[in-house]
């Protein structure tokens, strides 16, 4: 245990102060893990976090030293205390390599983690575009949701990864899965403000209109941060101008209550009715007539 625990360490300064593909590295490594199993120390030792040899190696790329702790029995889908594996550590670190080996091994392309995560995401999440192109192309699942109700599309929808929304809609993903929020991946680009990924998946035929667990939709929060392009984005794709919020309130009414005049006559143009402003959540208070 005391051995392997030195050479997790070792491996983890060499993580972070060698360059992944330094041969020395990869030498040294290899040459003192060989010392340590011949010496009979146990492949599957953990530290205090869970992660054993093979998640360390993975997470550092070290394909010589994974191939040592395999012959030694080393557990390739041992888990570590937030239940992840050496596959979904290795694609979060961008190991494409050690992923690709893993893959050979039989690890399956779509294990999860304890947050429901597999190991598509981590790659997404960890922005390493050939790790994802990888488990894409060998045919991972992007339907598969999360705890959080999530698919590989919201993720990069939420954080803004354009590259990876692109890479995932070429390869089909659904646009419509919701998740625990009541949220399609649109609706969640929306709400975080991001207009070139609203305009992606729009492209691909996404639902405008299906409105989360808040009542909202697509243009809804365009409209709340006067998106100007996100908004003429939704309407080039017929989003529903009239659709109205929990207290009653259209796209209109709230550009309006801005004084966003162009946005105003976009609206209109497009089919916005303005006879009324919206109900108030006071209901003594009556519709009062909209003035342009």
């Not at 409105?211 to 939704?234: G, Q, R, S, T, W």
Request: charged share 20%; proline share 5%; aromatic share 4%.
């Amino acid at each position: 245990m005391i051995a392997l625990t030195a050479i997790r360490m070792n491996l983890m300064s060499r993580v972070s102060t060698s360059p992944e593909n330094d041969p020395s590295t990869h030498l040294n490594c290899t040459q003192a893990l060989r010392l340590l199993l011949t010496a009979g120390s146990d492949p599957n030792a953990k530290d205090n976090y869970g992660s054993s040899p093979v998640h360390m190696a993975c997470s550092g790329g070290y394909p010589n030293c994974l191939n040592l702790l395999k012959i030694k029995s080393g557990n390739l889908s041992e888990k570590d205390e937030t239940g992840q594996m050496p596959i979904h550590v290795a694609a979060n670190r961008g190991q494409t390599q050690v992923v690709r080996m893993l893959l050979r091994e039989g690890i399956g392309r779509d294990v999860l983690d304890g947050q429901g995560k597999p190991p598509l995401m981590h790659a997404i999440l960890g922005r390493h575009r050939n790790v994802a192109s990888v488990l894409i192309t060998e045919g991972a699942n992007l339907e598969i949701q999360d705890n959080m109700g999530r698919t590989a599309l919201h993720w990069a929808a939420l954080n803004g990864f354009d590259e990876f929304v692109r890479m995932l809609l070429k390869a089909n993903a659904n646009t419509e899965c919701v998740d625990s929020h009541g949220q399609t991946p649109v609706c969640m680009a929306a709400q975080r403000n991001q207009s070139e990924i609203v305009a992606l998946l729009l492209n691909y035929q996404a639902n405008p209109d299906k409105k989360d667990m808040n009542e909202k939709c697509a243009i809804l929060y365009a409209c709340e941060f006067v998106n100007e392009d996100m908004i003429k984005h939704l309407i080039r794709a017929f989003a529903n101008v009239n659709v109205r919020d929990r207290e009653g309130r259209t796209p209109l009414n709230m550009v309006v209550d801005v004084g966003h005049r162009r946005l105003v006559k976009e609206l209109v143009e497009a089919g916005a009715e303005s006879d009324t402003i919206y109900d108030k959540p006071n209901p003594k208070q009556a519709s009062q007539p909209l003035k342009l």
